[in-house]
């Protein structure tokens, strides 16, 4: 049984450093690689921070859930639509 937890912790670590790797390497909106950017002359972590930055598409998305759908714009109506399916 021992045996059994052991690996078992040792695969939710190896999940957790696959997920923070993915994060310090990739962005998660558009999965651009770190590297694709900075090839580019564009600094990686202001792409993340400015151009996607994740609390601005969460929040947007809480901001959509309380409108009324009746209210919405029609690229709010499409997106909606997009995150529904």
Same mark, same amino acid.
């Given at each position: 049984?021992?045996?059994?937890?052991?690996?078992?912790?040792?695969?939710?670590?190896?999940?957790?450093? *696959?997920?923070?790797? *993915?994060?310090?390497?990739?962005?998660?909106?558009?999965?651009?690689?770190?590297?694709?950017?900075?090839?580019?002359?564009?600094?990686?972590?202001?792409?993340?921070?400015?151009?996607?930055?994740?609390?601005?598409?969460?929040?947007?998305?809480?901001?959509?859930?309380?409108?009324?759908?009746?209210?919405?714009?029609?690229?709010?109506?499409?997106?909606?639509?997009?995150? *529904?399916?």
């Amino acid at each position: 049984i021992s045996g059994i937890i052991i690996d078992t912790f040792a695969d939710m670590r190896s999940r957790q450093e *696959d997920i923070k790797r *993915d994060q310090e390497e990739k962005c998660f909106i558009c999965n651009i690689k770190r590297d694709e950017f900075e090839n580019n002359g564009i600094p990686f972590m202001s792409h993340i921070q400015s151009e996607h930055h994740l609390w601005a598409y969460i929040w947007f998305k809480l901001y959509l859930e309380r409108k009324p759908r009746t209210e919405y714009t029609g690229l709010e109506s499409y997106i909606r639509q997009a995150l *529904d399916e």
